[in-house]
């Protein structure tokens, strides 16, 4: 992880070091005592023996913002340690035991962070005294409650994860479970927030200084050198900007190693994120008839350039597909089903991936419009619908506002019409009551009925081809079922194409007319729905079949168990692809890859299964 | 389905763990609380692996997590062999802890990904002081290899192989009962059927008693003894494996098989024996629960709530109007 911090981050950690170095061996170095006066001609400018220039007392500005450093960061890390002593206790106090102890703690809490603080630190030291303790102990204190905020909101986000659950299933103590489990994991965040935390004080210490309300002179801080050189702005303007140029970069390196710190966190970097444009996958010219099908796809290729190397997400696919036909994409995770579809759609990262190959629809070559035209294509002509229905729903519109929108910008209705043609579209896909329906927001309804929405919203414009990547994948196996079938009912309604994608080769086998099954980014078999299911060739498509456990096999049956698992990408076994968890497998696998071949329906094998598997249900009344 | 009663349960001497009138409930805001599990009752010989099937929603993990006391329910009984689990508090529960674990759905976020394999996996052993040399039998149980493993953090794995390492966790103090709830759903086909394999050769390796917690109903029976079907809390159906698949006899456990495509299965088409959506469990419908989507609902289902009743052999259905063949 090392890798993505960046060189700004180790810039700005070398800074802070170096500011700190420069406050702890003050005494020691070969520079003019702070309080020296006339070490130098009153207010010259920067020269080799005062590179900072000297202020009108003729004392050495950068001994004095050297020493000055002392208080600021002094100030600055004993504060942060001071709240987070405070305030860490407190945070996972309230985070892990909830309730109550949540409760109280967050009401004080409450009350704090409202506090007008600066004020309140004004009003402190004006009282007990400006000295580097008291000043040091209000800004600690003050810091207090975004500590305990913290600090909850990282245990509470913890605390309920599985592997706390487990440790305490496990009889794992309490405070075992907080040392081990939580606080490993809530440090990042506090890091990250201790950095910033500092920079915060920095500058808080550097207000009241210039108010001259901390430390008192003559010892110097950089608040206090700036109010100092503030008379002497005119003809000696180093004075302020020496002690402010090192408070800003010592400030902005806080921040940026916070920052930097908290991405950290943030996401877990797997390698395998574009880094750059990929070179042309397939450079020869594109060698075939475009026919008169609604839609074809001519070895589609989409390929990202990662960090670990060349991830072939989509490697070589074709396929066509006719008004009121159903085509299945179906295979394990990272198989590149989602991929495709995006591919075909053209809606890929911006950068570091590489499409080639040809999707025509009626002939029209898509891959050659631009974003801009693909715009007014997809929706109007080609439809979506995702997975998770909240990542096509905004979470503070209305269903009504969102569903009569592409119909007002693509199809120019009015407000009315809009109105009343969203109202008949959620009708159609089986909302009861559709005119109250259009009022509510995306989290008031349930999973199928978002869903349903979301069908409603692709349909909206009356596309020619639906494409639904794992529709029902987060659906109760009762409201599956209404969904295909309410696909399958506006499939023929309509006489669009619809394009499934599944993970789950029983609604594949029950809903498409036609299967492509993928593996490792390519096609391996493809056909009627029939011919596949009921003459599967390509050894993968079969262990697959058997692998999924079926409601006719006995109780404790054995299923096929195919060993390994998914290759990696990055480094796909030579030859077949599926070559090293095939039980198939001959030498010739290990060196050539097999081409699809034509055999009833198509192939990728060089030694096909023959036999017919698996009877199976036939496919029952839709 | 509304089910309650516990004329299903075996007389105490013949079995493991017994569960009586589980009730868990959560605040569901302005002062209303939801009823998650409502009055269920199961139990579970020695070597027995029961599966519980249901939506979401239905209370499964919620059992799950009454069953370790995570959250204590809110009432009935939780009896280990003659330990009565719900009213043990501090030291006595936690020492009992160890005959009771559990196994998670997200293979992912069940480890803590700051901690090495070898750690995650020997936590118990550390706690409990013994077994410490039962982490690499267990590592090696799971089928991984532990000096190659055990060093490395969760992130390195894949989703099965997290999946193993939380088994073997849960097997490193020689538990007698595994709950597991829904272990294989974020699971590839292939992986899944690997996990599925390792469950089973593991429970006899181990003579271990399963609770298995799944949604998807041709896994649960490729596993269980006997299933429980729930439904909004409550239970509807229980019956052993093969006889509950072939001859269900509770409107909503015939649904939910019609509602599995090519189940093989000779049922009518799901659109016939189920309708609309499952009601807010805030505001359960009165009678039987499931009476607002079942086809044969009555008069009297909304009424009375149906008791659960033996049909012949083993086979209990809550259900005033049960298909019998
Ligand atoms: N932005 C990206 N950069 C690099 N590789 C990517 C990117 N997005 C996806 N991939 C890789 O492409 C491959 C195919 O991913 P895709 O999402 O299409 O799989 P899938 O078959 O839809 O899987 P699932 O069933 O999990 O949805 C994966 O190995 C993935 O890691
Ligand atoms: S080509 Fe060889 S390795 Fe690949 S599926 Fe066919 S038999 Fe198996
Ligand atoms: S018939 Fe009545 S009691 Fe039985 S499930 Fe239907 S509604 Fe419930
Ligand atoms: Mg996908």
């Known amino acids: 992880m090392r890798r993505r911090l960046g060189p700004g981050f180790w810039i700005a950690a070398c800074w802070i070091l170096l500011v700190l170095a420069g406050a702890l061996l003050a005494d020691l170095l070969p520079i003019a005592r702070y309080d020296e006066t006339l070490a130098g001609p009153p207010r010259s400018g920067p020269s080799a023996d005062h590179p900072f220039g000297t202020d009108g007392l003729g004392r050495d500005v950068f001994s004095r913002v050297v020493h000055g450093s002392r208080v600021s960061l002094g100030v600055g890390i004993g504060a942060v340690l001071l709240g987070l002593a405070i305030g860490g206790p407190l945070g996972i106090l309230a985070g892990y035991r909830r ?8 009401a004080f809490n409450d009350v704090a962070l409202a506090f007008p603080s600066l004020v309140f630190a004004l009003a402190v030291v004006a009282f007990a005294g400006a000295s580097l303790r008291n000043v040091l102990i209000v800004l600690g204190v003050l810091g207090v409650p975004a500590w305990t905020r913290l600090i909850r909101g990282a245990t509470l986000s913890f605390a309920d994860r599985e592997f706390v659950l487990a440790a305490r299933v496990l009889g794992v103590r309490d405070s075992r479970i907080l040392w081990r489990e939580i606080m490993p994991n809530v440090a990042v965040p506090a890091a990250s927030y201790a950095f910033i935390g500092m920079a915060v004080v920095v500058v808080a210490e550097g207000s009241l200084a210039f108010l001259g309300l901390s430390v008192q002179a003559p010892t110097p801080t950089w608040g206090g050198l700036i109010n100092e050189g503030r008379t002497l702005m005119d003809d000696a303007p180093h004075v302020v ?5 090192v408070m800003f970069l010592t400030v902005l390196s806080f921040n940026l190693v916070g920052d930097r710190l908290r991405a950290l966190t943030d996401v877990r970097h797997s390698g395998l994120e574009p880094v750059r444009q990929a070179p042309p996958a397939a450079p020869a010219a594109p060698v075939h008839a475009v026919g008169d099908s609604l839609l074809q796809v001519e070895d589609l290729r989409t390929h ?30 990272g198989s590149g089903k989602s991929m495709l579809i995006r591919s075909i759609l053209g809606l890929l990262p911006g950068s570091g991936v590489d499409r080639s190959g040809n999707v025509y629809l009626d002939g029209d070559d898509l891959t050659r419009r631009t974003p801009e035209e693909m715009r007014h294509i997809l929706g109007p002509r080609l439809g979506t619908v995702f997975q998770d229905p909240m990542t096509a729903l905004n979470p503070v519109r209305t269903i009504g506002a969102q569903l009569a929108e592409p119909l007002r910008v693509h199809l120019g209705m009015n407000r009315k019409q809009a109105r009343e043609e969203a109202a008949r579209l959620l009708a159609q896909v089986g909302i009861p009551d559709p005119g109250r329906m259009l009022g509510r927001y995306p989290h008031q309804l349930s999973g199928g009925m978002r869903q349903r929405v979301t069908i409603a919203m692709a349909l909206s414009c009356g596309p020619d081809v639906l494409f639904a990547d794992e529709p029902t994948t987060a659906l109760d196996v009762t409201i599956q079922d209404q969904v295909l079938r309410l696909l399958h009912r506006l499939r023929e309604e309509r006489h669009m194409a619809v394009v499934l994608v599944s993970h789950d080769l029983a609604v594949v086998r029950e809903w498409a007319d036609e299967v492509i099954v993928m593996y490792a980014g390519k096609v391996v078999e493809r056909g009627p729905t029939a011919e596949i299911f009921g003459r599967t060739r390509m050894p993968y498509t079969e262990a697959l079949l058997q692998a999924a456990p079926r409601l006719t096999d006995p109780a404790h049956h054995r299923l096929r168990v195919i060993p390994g698992r998914p290759p990696d990408l990055v480094d796909l076994p030579s030859g077949c692809a599926f070559q090293p968890r095939c039980a198939h497998a001959r030498d010739r696998c290990v060196t050539e890859a097999p081409e699809l071949l034509e055999d009833g329906h198509l192939y990728a094998c060089w030694y096909p299964t023959g036999s017919p598997i698996s009877e199976g249900a036939e496919s029952r009344g839709r | 389905m509304a089910g309650s009663g516990n004329a299903h349960l075996r007389p105490r001497d013949q079995v493991l763990l017994q569960v009586e009138d589980l009730v868990v409930e959560f605040p569901a805001g302005r002062g209303r609380t939801v009823r998650a599990v409502s009055g269920v009752s199961f139990d579970l010989a020695r070597g027995e692996t029961l599966g519980i099937v249901g939506e979401s929603g239905c209370g499964k993990s919620s059992t799950a997590r009454a069953l370790v006391q995570l959250p204590p329910p809110r009432g009935g009984s939780v009896r280990l062999d003659d330990v009565e689990l719900t009213t043990l508090r501090g030291e006595a529960l936690r020492r009992t802890r160890r005959r009771l674990q559990m196994i998670f759905q997200d293979p992912i976020s069940s480890l803590n990904p700051r901690r090495r394999v ?29 000096a190659t493993a055990a060093v490395r953090r969760p992130h390195e794995f894949s989703g099965g192989q997290c999946q193993r390492i939380s088994i073997a966790r849960a097997l490193v103090l020689e538990p007698e009962v595994v709950i597991c709830d829904e272990p294989v759903s974020a699971l590839d086909v292939s992986v899944q059927a690997q996990i599925l394999g390792l469950l089973e050769d593991l429970k006899e390796r181990y003579r271990l008693t399963l609770v298995f917690i799944a949604h998807d109903l041709a896994v649960v029976k490729n596993v269980s003894d006997r299933i429980l079907v729930m439904y909004l809390g409550k239970m509807c159906e229980l019956a052993a494996s093969t006889e509950l698949i072939e001859r269900p006899a509770h409107p909503y456990t015939r649904a939910l098989l019609a509602s599995i495509p090519g189940s093989g299965l000779d049922l009518p088409p799901a659109d016939r024996l189920i309708k609309g959506e499952p009601p807010s469990p805030v505001d359960p419908p009165s009678g039987c629960r499931f009476r607002t989507r079942c086809p044969r609902a009555a008069s009297r289902c909304a009424e009375e709530e149906p008791e659960i009743r033996p049909l012949t052999g083993g086979h209990w259905v809550a259900c005033h109007f049960p298909e019998t063949a």
């Open chain 1, 99 to 106: 309730r109550a102890t949540d409760a109280i703690i967050m």
């Open chain 1, 241 to 245: 900007l020496a002690p402010s140029l």
């Open chain 1, 304 to 333: 990202f350039v990662t960090e670990r190397g060349l991830v072939k997400a989509v490697d070589g696919v074709s396929f066509t597909l006719e008004r009121g036909r159903t085509l299945a994409i179906v295979g394990e995770s």
């Open chain 2, 118 to 146: 070898r750690d995650i996996v020997s936590e118990g052993t550390r706690v409990w002081g013994a077994g410490g040399d039962r982490v690499d039998e267990v590592l090696e149980a799971v089928g991984l290899d532990p």
